[in-house]
């Protein structure tokens, strides 16, 4: 029997849109360490690789390995039903063809029961390869998120340039081209809507995250500079995780995918995996 319960729906909520965005179905592989997700989008471009470790868990009981396949359209739209500060119960019981969802109100004046069948999901074992990141940088998820979206106004590529003086996020095409410099170790003004943890729409994940100013600031390691394009269309899928977090992490090797990493309040980690675009040309 499997059983998993978070204190708050909202982390299900948004994990789930996250991994939806790339995936429509998925194996959740479920172990006594926690829950897991590999899957591939279908051009083979991109990989999301979900974590949840079971210290994320206000109870977790796994008693064997198992492999839970789920529409992951189907389960967001259940979610949707619950309210975000509603603890969310995942069960499964051995040899059983669905999965039992249980949501319940902080006052525990309310319990909802929902019941989803399993799919039988035909997945590659897919193996992610220990990469030798030659360069990192680490900036704020709202930051990221914004120049994805800005980048979109010019084009359907995103070029990323590292040096030691900071990152580079240029795009071009038949409106024009822009782009956005960060300077390696800047900081930048915080929106006081990202700092109000107290505002209810923005219902934590286990726990309030407490942003800090210093969080803003960029962080940039390399070996050697560093400069690949990417589809905005998969960053933009990516982009959805700062919801998660309030820092992200994007590595990157030479001709090589890049990595996409947002830590879940120390629990787990959300990573995303992207092919570089190659010029037709070369």
Known sequence: MLEAQVQLASLWKRLIE???GLVNEANFDCNPGGLSIQAMDTSHVALVHMLLRDDCFVKYQCERNSILGINLASLSKILKIMDNNDSLNLRHDEDSDVVILTSENSEKTRKCEYQLKLLEIEAESMGIPEMDYRSTVTLS???FAKIVRDMNVFGDTVTISITKEGV??????????GY????????FNVKPEVKAEQNEDDEPLTRKFKADPAAVGVEV????????SFALRFMSIFAKGSTLSDRVTLKFAKDSPCMVEYSIDNVGYLRYYLAPKVDDAE
């Open 168 to 177: 580079k996020f240029s795009s071009s095409g038949d409106v024009g081209q």
């Open 141 to 143: 998820s709202g930051e």
């Open 221 to 228: 390691t390399m070996d050697e500079p560093i400069t690949l």
């Open 180 to 187: 956005t410099f960060l300077q390696a170790g800047g900081v």
């Open 18 to 20: 996250c991994v939806n």
